[in-house]
Structures are given as C-alpha cells and as structure tokens.
C-alpha cells in the first residue's frame, strides 16, 4: 500500500527525491511521514506532512535542508533532500497514519512502506 522509491548513491552537498507512492485512501486523512534507519540504529522520524495541509514538522537534523510534500492527484508523497551529509545516509521508509498532526513516534504509525536506500558519499 506504500511503495517507497528514489534512493541512490549521492555525493555529499548533492540532492535527492524520494517519492512515496500510496493507496488513495490514505490521501484522506492520513498524515503521512518519513523515517529513516542507519545501520545500527534505531529507526528515527525525518518529516511529516498532515492530510489537512498545516504546515509541515520536520526532525531539527534535516531542518531546512530536506522538504516533504504531497501530490494528491498522484496519491504521491515526496521527501525532496538538498545539502545532503554523510549522516543523512540511511533506508527512508514512508509511514502513515491515520490522525491529524505528525507524529515523531515510530509507534504512533500503522502502515510502511519496504524502505529505499540512500547513500551519501563524503
């Protein structure tokens, strides 16, 4: 139901954009959010983007680097990543749930997608 895609290998300062592709019903209200894992590590939030449309949350580490954001008419969410650093590379998996609001609780999200992987190289 969520399919994750646009993982690669960067060189650090370069860009990405992962896209999450989901069923329709999560496009009414779902808030959607991306996480990502490095190796070793436990799973951590990165952004979330509410149904309503509020404004976006995002982890202070990718604050004002990294943009989240939905095209419904492609039942799409996007995380677009700029200035990308060693420390961003990781599996970035989309989540939703279904509330208002985002959420930087692993637990607080129902359904996952199977993660892309991103490599940023230094």
């Known amino acids: 139901q969520l399919q994750a895609s646009g993982g690669g290998l960067v060189q650090a300062g370069g860009s990405l954009r992962l896209s999450c592709a989901a069923s329709?019903?999560?496009?009414?209200?779902?808030?959607m959010a991306w996480f990502r894992q490095a190796p070793g590590k436990e799973r951590e939030f990165v952004a979330a983007?509410?149904?309503?449309?509020?404004?976006?949350y995002y982890a202070d580490s990718v604050k004002g680097r990294f943009t989240i954001s939905r095209e419904n008419s492609k039942n799409t969410v996007y995380l677009k990543m700029n200035n990308l650093k060693s420390e961003d590379t990781a599996v970035y998996y989309c989540?939703?749930?279904?509330?208002?609001?985002?959420?930087?609780?692993?637990?607080?999200?129902?359904?996952w997608g199977q993660g892309t992987l991103v490599t940023v190289s230094s």
């Open positions: 989540a939703a749930r279904y509330a208002d609001g985002g959420s930087s609780n692993v637990r607080d999200y129902t359904y």
């Open positions: 329709a019903h999560f496009f009414s209200r779902y808030t």
């Open positions: 983007n509410s149904w309503r449309g509020g404004p976006p």
